[in-house]
């Protein structure tokens, strides 16, 4: 066998550690990254159920076993080429990290906060699940991933997502026993990506697993003063260092005796962590989860449920916060005559009394909302659209969050018809029906908005996102 750092070219000192940690798998996690990482991709639980893709036999899918509407799939069919990814119907996501969301176990109305965000793959999955109802607040600290953080939710059409760019302090001042659900997916030293992003192992280093840790206590810090009595809270990275798995979690317990660690049954390759990687040889970390790319199908990560004690989630609430904590909005009567022309004319559907006027731009924001004065948003909820010179123009966040039979117009492009590729290319189509707003859709999925003339469709697809022509 040749000098493992020659085959694989990871830095050695990660190939010693990994060495003394693993023992007889070794050999076995080294041979792991002479296989190609197998990527997957996850069905939008807004836009259908969960066989809903594999039915319509456009790619080769096999099922992820420990997510709901996860799939492998095969990279040379390239499905974020294709309509239904700008649809929304899918995310392509690695697929041990959908494992994380599904220890969480979301449920509609709750209130959610995805604390380190970016780019959205746990987030959009959070939102699929709790199917539009309740409160999720999606956060990322570095302003550049936030955004493209608040371009996922967009795309796969969360109504009830809120996006922040904020420090986890400011966040915990702001919301202190709030959430009934945490997820901490933390920043970390990103060994378990070693094979399927070789960028990270350049950024790799001892000192860098060791800050990674320092930051990582104080993001559970602040965590747990945001979560609810009786709440959980799940804490993951895509590391495979004791020292921010393992070792942060048993710190952590020991410093918050209110917190307790969840028994997690784990199967399909799945393993527990091990309480020999922790200073005192701690029984708590039997109780982690670990997946490693020698045992499954996917990449390294580390999993940790956590449990606040306390009364039911379900309690009051409101606690401490006083009467009219909740965001007030915009009274119906206020609302702009331009908009409410647009709902008329254009929608079947009726939004609840939640609109939030941010400048010239309405969303409408989730139930349960707190207001936000003093916060870095990104996106207070759905954009419904722009009021500028007496004229309303509705969001591409709508289009792709309403179901075509939401719209009074609507064109639904079969996939094999051209029309879709240059509806996506920013291009006019040619479609005889009533004037106004339409709803553009590939086959049942929403892509975005047109205008009709009553001979073609006058193209309104965001041009930051349209396709280059052929």
């Known amino acids: 066998m040749k000098d493992t750092e020659e085959i694989i070219g990871l830095p050695e000192a990660f190939l010693e550690k990994m060495k003394g940690l693993l023992g007889s798998q070794w050999e076995d996690f080294i041979n792991s990254y002479e296989k190609p990482a197998r990527p997957g991709l996850r069905v939008n639980l807004l836009k259908g159920s969960p066989e809903m893709l594999p039915a319509r036999q456009i790619f080769t899918l096999e099922p992820i076993p420990w997510a709901r509407g996860g799939y492998y799939y095969d990279p040379q069919e390239r499905p974020g080429k294709h309509p239904f990814h700008e649809a929304g119907v899918y995310y392509i996501q690695e697929p041990s990290a959908m494992a994380v969301v599904s220890l969480l176990e979301p449920a509609p109305g709750e209130r959610i906060l995805d604390l380190c965000a970016a780019p959205g793959g746990k987030t959009t999955q959070i939102g699929g699940l709790m199917g539009g109802r309740g409160l999720l607040v999606s956060n990322e600290i570095h302003s550049g991933r936030a955004k493209i953080l608040s371009q996922n939710v967009e795309r796969m059409g ?72 009786g709440g959980r809270m799940v804490y993951s990275t895509c590391t495979f260092s004791p020292e921010e798995d393992e070792e942060t979690i048993c710190r952590f317990l020991k410093n918050h005796p209110e917190c307790a660690i969840r028994h997690v049954e ?187 003339d009553g001979r073609q469709l006058k193209n309104h697809y965001p041009k930051g996102l349209r396709w280059p022509a052929r």
């Open 158 to 229: 969360l109504r009830n997502c809120v996006v922040t760019n904020e420090d986890p302090g400011k966040l915990a001042l702001r919301f202190p026993a709030f959430f009934d659900k945490i997820l901490v997916d933390a920043p970390c030293s990103g060994e378990g990506m070693f094979r399927k992003d070789p960028k990270t192992r350049e950024q790799w280093s001892p000192e860098n697993v060791s800050r990674c840790a320092a930051r990582q206590q104080e993001i559970l810090e602040s965590a747990v003063r945001m979560l609810a009595p």
């Open 266 to 452: 784990v199967s399909d390759g799945i393993v527990h962590g091990n309480p020999e990687w922790t200073e005192d040889h701690d029984p708590a970390a039997a109780e982690t989860i670990r997946l490693w790319p020698h045992l499954l199908e996917g990449e390294g990560h580390f999993a940790a449920v956590l449990e606040k004690e306390g009364g039911a989630v379900a309690g009051d609430r409101e606690t401490g916060r006083g009467k009219g904590w909740e965001c007030p909005g915009i009274s119906r009567k206020k609302l702009p005559a331009e908009y409410l022309e647009f709902c008329r004319l254009a929608l079947r559907t009726d939004f609840p009394d939640r609109h939030l006027a941010f400048g010239d731009h309405l969303y409408l924001f989730p139930e349960g909302m707190p207001g936000l004065d003093g916060l870095r948003v990104l996106r207070p909820g759905l954009e419904l659209g722009e009021v500028r010179k007496k004229r309303f123009t509705p969001a591409h966040a709508l289009a792709l969050a309403l179901r075509p039979e939401e719209a009074r117009l609507c064109v639904r492009i079969p996939l094999e018809d051209e029309r879709g590729i240059r509806y996506l290319q920013g291009e006019s189509i040619p479609a005889e029906m009533e004037k106004g707003w339409c709803l553009v859709c590939a086959e049942d999925y929403t892509m975005g908005w047109a205008k009709s």
